[in-house]
């Protein structure tokens, strides 16, 4: 099998291991090829996508970053039938985009907030 190397600060390492911890998993390795297995998953999803999509966007971010999503958000509002945005915990904010549309510009404001690494969770849940 071959061997990738990677670089992850303490923070996300710390995750790793309680998750290994709560899930059973044998060890790091074990738990991070999961959840490579399940980005895979999600992304092939995401690029089946065809025709008249009707979905809900999920952005996690710290408050300092609010111009960012407005940024995007501004690029898609022909998309955007419902956007909620809402305080979480400390300086995390939460929007939740109800979208309407063509499946190749879902997947491009998927896409968007995905690449910003200014955001923290990004989730499209297809409905």
Do not use: W, Y
């Not at 991070?32 to 995401?46: L, Y």
């Not at 979480?88 to 998927?110: H, P, Q, W, Y």
């Amino acid at each position: 099998m071959p061997i990738v190397s990677i670089s992850l600060n303490q923070d996300i390492l710390s995750e790793i291991d309680n998750l290994k911890k709560s899930l059973g998993f044998s060890g790091r390795s074990e738990a991070i090829r999961a959840g490579i297995r399940n980005f895979v998953s999600e992304e092939k999803q995401k690029t089946e996508l065809s025709g008249k999509v009707h979905a809900i966007l999920l952005v996690v971010h710290s408050d300092k970053f609010d111009h960012i999503v407005s940024g995007i958000k501004h690029n898609f509002e022909d998309l955007i039938t419902t956007h909620l945005h809402s305080k979480i915990e400390g300086d995390k904010c939460m929007e939740l985009f109800v979208i309407n549309g063509e499946a190749e510009r879902v997947s491009t404001i998927t896409k968007d907030f995905q690449t910003n690494k200014k955001m923290d969770t990004v989730k499209l849940v297809t409905i």
